[in-house]
Nanobody, 126 residues
């Protein structure tokens, strides 16, 4: 069965850190680009960061540059999002996705999505 399962979300104070994990199974990990996206209830989903399978290059939402880092471990089929210096405006449901076609611009996107995870909640208190 094809699955992406996120973990690591929690309630933290402003300035704290978290590391989210996205565990992939049921498909060939190295065939895909990956991305992290977040959504607040009632608002549009926005791209946070994506990583390309071809060379491991990355793109980030401007508001998280210098604070968040995306990485992958192909041997373990896991994609990570390390988040430092968290702010209340980072509060959201964070979902990972496998797909193809990383693009930058106003926010990172995957032009084609193969599979979405169910998400993990990050809440940052002020």
């Amino acid at each position: 069965q094809v699955q992406l399962v996120e973990s690591g979300g929690a309630l933290v104070q402003s300035g704290g850190s978290l590391r989210l994990s996205c565990a992939a199974s049921g498909f060939i990990f190295d065939y895909y680009d990956f991305g992290w996206f977040r959504q607040v209830s009632g608002k549009e989903r926005e791209g946070v960061s994506c990583i390309r399978r071809t060379d491991g290059s990355t793109v980030y939402l401007d508001s998280v540059k210098g604070r968040f880092t995306i990485a992958e471990d192909s041997a373990k089929n896991v994609v990570y999002l390390r988040m430092d210096n968290l702010k209340p405006e980072d509060t959201a449901l964070y979902c990972c996705a496998a797909g193809n076609g990383v693009r930058g611009g106003l926010q990172p996107i995957l032009q084609q999505v193969y599979r979405w995870g169910q998400g993990t909640q990050v809440t940052v208190s002020s």
